[in-house]
Nanobody, 119 residues
Framework: QVQLVESGGGLVQAGGSLRLSCAVS????????MGWYRQGPGDQRELVAV???????NYAGSVKGRFTISRDNARNTVYLQMNSLKPEDTAVYYC?????????????WGQGTQVTVSS
């Protein structure tokens, strides 16, 4: 059993900052890529940022230069530092992790955390 628990969402004014966290727990051998996705009202879920096991990163063009993804392997936790937030960043943010378990590589999702940016 593997669980992803997110925290850090909330309401912030445009130009403000938030930091999201996602802790992975359970029967884990190791974690490959970890990422953040978001889904706005009426939109499809989209990739925001991903960090691989070698700490290489990729970002959506819309957040590049404003968001920073990082991971703490000792805590099995991934973070998303979001700066210079815009109203269009408003969405439910989901954590995703590729976890090596006894069944091999399995991808898990967190429950989502709401981020609302007011203008």
């Amino acid at each position: 059993q593997v669980q992803l628990v997110e925290s850090g969402g909330g309401l912030v004014q445009a130009g403000g900052s938030l930091r999201l966290s996602c802790a992975v727990s359970g029967s884990i051998f190791s974690i490959n890529a970890m990422g953040w996705y978001r889904q706005g009202p009426g939109d499809q879920r989209e990739l925001v940022a991903v960090i691989n096991s070698d700490r290489s990163t990729n970002y959506a063009g819309s957040v590049k230069g404003r968001f920073t993804i990082s991971r703490d392997n000792a805590r099995n936790t991934v973070y998303l530092q979001m700066n210079s937030l815009k109203p269009e960043d408003t969405a439910v943010y989901y954590c995703n992790a590729g976890v090596i378990t006894g069944r091999g590589l399995v991808f898990y999702w967190g429950q989502g955390t709401q981020v609302t940016v007011s203008s």
